[in-house]
């Protein structure tokens, strides 16, 4: 009779240790499956850094490539203005000796005409 009922108690610990083997084996595959999604999910992730990264960089370079260019506009224009200034000095110059040409010339006639 002790023996039937040790027996019973084992099986019974046995089918405890069983379930309990079967519930970590369940558990330990929900963790596995979860663990490969969040795998995935860290690849994906991954793989939008590099495009970002890829995008940032270009977005770089052309802002870059911009601001030589509005450099290059700066100097340009600086340089126009420069040229502008020199021409108007050019051409008050030549505006003063024409109208001293001319007012030499006025005189030349008023004298002739005496």
Known sequence: DDALTEIEI?????DKAQLT???????????NKEFERILEKLDRSQGEIYRLQ?????A????DHLEMEAEKAQLL?????EEQRK????LQRVQEAYDRAALQLGRTKENEEK
Do not use: N, W
């Open 10 to 14: 084992l099986k019974d610990k046995v």
């Open 21 to 31: 083997t079967q519930k970590a084996i369940e558990d330990k595959d929900a963790a």
């Open 54 to 58: 890829s995008k940032l960089e270009a």
């Open 60 to 63: 770089e370079t052309e802002k």
């Open 77 to 81: 224009a600086t340089k126009s203005r």
């Open 87 to 90: 021409l108007q000095d050019d």
